[in-house]
């Protein structure tokens, strides 16, 4: 195979700290978070999801999102984001100075009632406040769309339900967005596809992948998005999370993973693959399992022989 398409560089934005920590039913401390921000921007990472402003009674584990925002050091150049559903969670996000906002929206009208208590058409009245509000500030906006392949409620997506969304994010001044394979169902072609209808209205600079690794894809699927020529992706350090809203789905694909992945393609990274393995180390430790990341699993046996 040629890969002929693929990009030089590839920018990884690790989305662990709020993706990956969001559905874990054990308290797991500020600090611990802080400490796993500290360690991927130690690690090279240049962006980091680092919590959302949701309702604490959806979920909970983002309660402390004010404590992990503000007890974080920042380094230049790293771009920290947030999740804001609606302008009370904005408001309260932009007391924290977040580089970047997230709404997210789904291509799929009951995973949005699932997730956000509103029809598709509603998220986007919410948001579209959001987004002037951040844009009038100087702040960044990404859009995330979920379940542009499959949604645990409704079964296979198609492309013209994610062309429509990304249509709509567009219409609102979204900057940037995310397709995601929310519960990790896609494969290459079904996630080139959701891709493809996207591009009408993000340019291929302008869109990330978010590939969750349920049914192992998540690997796969990167490489038919890099053959596009997408270069920004989200992952999760050690393989961590899954949806509170999408039962049964494991996390996003593990940093790692694509690191290595992307480095024996020659693709760079910026990302030092130690260090990463390090960090995924500490927070699986704090969670008491072993990592998710294959490549981890690898690495630190070897070290360990
Ligand atoms: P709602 O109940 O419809 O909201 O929830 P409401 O406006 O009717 O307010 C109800 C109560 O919530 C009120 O409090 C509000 O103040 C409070 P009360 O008067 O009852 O005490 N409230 C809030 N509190 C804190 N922060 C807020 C906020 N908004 C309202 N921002 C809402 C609507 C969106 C808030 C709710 O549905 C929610 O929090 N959902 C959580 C969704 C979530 O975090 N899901 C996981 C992230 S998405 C994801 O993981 C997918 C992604 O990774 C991509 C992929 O893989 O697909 C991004
Ligand atoms: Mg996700």
Not at 192 to 203: N, S, V, W
């Amino acid at each position: 195979m040629a890969f002929n398409n693929t990009p030089s560089r590839v920018k990884l934005i690790d989305v662990g700290p709020r993706d990956g920590l969001q559905n874990e039913k054990q308290p797991v401390p500020a600090a611990v978070k802080i400490e796993l921000v500290h360690r991927l921007q130690a690690a090279g990472l240049k962006e980091i999801e680092v919590t959302s402003y949701v309702s604490p009674k959806w979920v909970p584990q983002m309660a402390d999102n004010h404590e992990v925002m503000s007890g974080v050091q920042r380094r230049p150049g790293v771009a920290y984001s947030v999740l804001t559903p609606n302008l009370k969670g904005y408001e309260s996000a932009v007391l924290d100075k977040p580089d970047e906002i997230v709404v997210f929206g789904a291509a799929s009208e009951a995973f949005s009632q699932k997730n956000i208590n509103c029809s598709i058409a509603e998220s986007i009245e919410r948001f579209a406040p959001v987004v002037e509000a951040a844009l009038a500030q100087g702040i960044k906006v990404r859009g995330a769309m979920s379940c542009t392949v499959g949604c645990p409620y409704e079964g296979e997506i198609s492309p013209e339900r994610v062309g429509y969304l990304a249509g709509l994010m567009k219409g609102i001044g979204v900057q940037r967005v995310d397709v995601a394979d929310t519960i990790g169902v896609g494969t290459p072609r079904k996630v080139q596809a959701a891709i493809e209808a996207t591009l009408p209205h993000f340019g291929i600079d302008h869109i990330s992948g978010h590939f969750h690794d349920t049914y192992g894809q998540a690997l796969s699927n990167t490489l038919a998005a890099l053959e596009l020529g997408v270069w920004n992706f989200q992952s999760s350090v050690a393989g961590l999370g899954g949806c509170p809203y999408a039962k049964g789905a494991t996390g996003n694909v593990a940093t790692e993973d694509v690191v290595y992945l992307l480095h024996g393609m020659g693709i760079d990274t910026g990302i030092d693959l130690d260090a990463l393995v390090d960090a995924g180390a500490y927070i699986s430790v704090q969670l008491g399992r072993s990592t998710g990341s294959r490549v981890a699993r690898a690495l630190l046996a070897k070290r360990a022989g």
